[in-house]
């Protein structure tokens, strides 16, 4: 036996013993809510020793950083620049193709995102800090969309930054309502138009 091949399968061991821990981690937090979570009822609902559990992890918030972390990459991965090149799709549809992305990333991530919208306030400092982050990211991204829009004469003279944070705010509203307190049973996809529709357009008939 190589002990290349030893390497590689107790590489893959320590691996498939990590995302145990943190599955059974989230499915906790997510029941019980992260503060009311011991790192007891952790070891427990993986199922290994105390002493396995700080061979991975230094606390229960090592853990749910690193199930942050893996969230925050997922959902910057589902932001695409605006493509303003000869030819490619318009920018609604952009837009509302990233919207969608996002949604189903977080639809996805149900569990996780839950835990974020009803304990992230507090939760501790550098959770604070990555969502703030992430929020900005997405911030900036709009801000870039409605900009783009203006010079391209769809999009009406405005305060680009703090329309792009209402309409941020108002995707961070649908989350809550639908995907955390409504179970994430809508239809993703008629969410991500309604949403591009209400912040383009708003709620008045225009003759």
Known sequence: MSTDGRTRRAQ??????????????????AEQGYHQTSVTDLVKAAGVARGTFYLYFDSKAAI?????DGLLTELGETIQGVDTREGAPPIPTQLEATLHR?????????ALCRILFREAVGLDEEVDRKLRAFYEHLRAYIQAALENGQRMGFIREMNTRTAALAGLGSVKEVVARTLVDGGGEEDLRAVAAELLAYNLRGVVVRG
Not at 64 to 68: D, K, S
């Open 102 to 110: 996002v949604l189903r990333a977080l639809s996805d991530n149900e």
């Open 12 to 29: 893959e061991a320590r691996e498939q013993r990590r995302g145990q821990i943190l599955d059974a981690a989230l499915a906790v937090f």
């Open 64 to 68: 749910f950083h690193e199930l942050l």
